[in-house]
T-cell receptor, first 115, second 116 residues
Framework: DAMVIQNPRYQVTQFGKPVTLSCSQT?????MYWYQQKSSQAPKLLFH???????NEADTPDNFQSRRPNTSFCFLDIRSPGLGDAAMYLC??????????????FGPGTRLTVL | AQKITQTQPGMFVQEKEAVTLDCTYD???????LFWYKQPSSGEMIFLIY??????QNATEGRYSLNFQKARKSANLVISASQLGDSAMYFC?????????????FGQGTILTVHP
């Protein structure tokens, strides 16, 4: 089945220790997104890649970076995690094209704990 | 700016009964898309149903249907014949012009609990 895969599902890191979260997709979609979701809140878009074009949301902290080495993979790097970065991180993909109808499909998420 | 409002923090329904989850939206754009997602406790966001602003028919996907009332700016999700596995958080979301590509505006979510 075509899908969005995130690894690991659970990640524990220490305050200030860099961490990388991984997302891969077999849908061959052009667009990949990273969201942050804190407890009992809606997901918040951090950035997205449309093909190789990187698009950062204005309010995304500099502490968050992303890489997309090829169509299938996208990584979220948190350079110096703080306690406030503990959250669920969701990766999503979409085909691209008409932005009104373009549906996003999400992975299972990575739950990040910062000690 | 776009806004999605889900006024029901929590809803309860008996198994096999139908339930309606409310969603109202606000946008000045004529062209927009409305989405519903289900998020079980495991965390994955599952796409349920889509309604475009120019669609004349209400969207349906299996047990899910969308009661789209454009003049009232509402896009309520109807789940028929509720199952225990429907217990989850449900998010209404919108995409319209004037935002960066890809940005979904989400509502606050409604927690649905299905009782046996």
């Amino acid at each position: 089945d075509a899908m969005v895969i995130q690894n690991p599902r659970y990640q524990v890191t220490q305050f200030g220790k860099p961490v990388t979260l991984s997302c891969s997709q077999t849908l061959n979609h052009n667009v990949m997104y990273w969201y942050q979701q804190k407890s009992s809140q809606a997901p918040k878009l951090l950035f997205h890649y449309y093909d190789k074009d990187f698009n950062n949301e204005a309010d995304t902290p500099d502490n968050f970076q992303s890489r997309r080495p090829n169509t299938s993979f996208c990584f979220l790097d948190i350079r110096s995690p703080g306690l406030g970065d503990a959250a669920m991180y969701l990766c999503a993909t979409s085909r691209g094209g008409d932005y009104i109808t373009d549906t996003q499909y999400f992975g299972p998420g990575t739950r990040l704990t910062v000690l | 700016a776009q806004k999605i409002t889900q006024t029901q923090p929590g809803m309860f329904v008996q198994e096999k009964e139908a339930v309606t989850l409310d969603c109202t939206y606000d946008t000045s754009d004529q062209s927009y898309g409305l989405f519903w997602y289900k998020q079980p406790s495991s965390g994955e966001m599952i796409f349920l149903i889509y309604q475009g602003s120019y669609d004349e028919q209400n969207a349906t996907e299996g047990r899910y249907s969308l009661n789209f009332q454009k003049a009232r700016k509402s896009a309520n999700l109807v789940i028929s014949a509720s199952q225990l596995g429907d217990s989850a958080m449900y998010f209404c979301a919108m995409r319209a012009g004037g935002t960066s590509y890809g940005k979904l505006t989400f509502g606050q979510g409604t927690i649905l609990t299905v009782h046996p």
